[in-house]
């Protein structure tokens, strides 16, 4: 396992640009010099399902949409502390937040 976590931060893992790029850093993972994780603040969905089978690290929050969301906050702090990434990459805003 890389030492070098990068931890992707998106809304959802459905379908869409962003989760089809995320799809795309799961599929080159056993290539990368870093080790990619997936975080969805709301939903996961099909591209989630696929990270899943590609022996990806997929956390879906489930966290309501009202903002701000306090829980989401706090259950992304969570997953921070857990997974104790170098990076955090988020390509959109996220209004969950």
Known sequence: ??????????????FGGVESRMKIFGLNSSVSKYDHRF????NGGVIADQLITMNCPVTVLQCRSKIPS??????LIRVIRAERPTIIH???T????
């Open 1 to 14: 396992m890389a030492s070098n976590v990068v931890l992707h931060v998106v809304q959802y893992l459905n």
């Open 39 to 42: 975080c969805a603040i709301r």
């Open 70 to 75: 306090f829980t989401a906050i706090l259950s």
């Open 90 to 92: 988020s390509s959109e």
């Open 94 to 97: 996220i209004n969950a937040l």
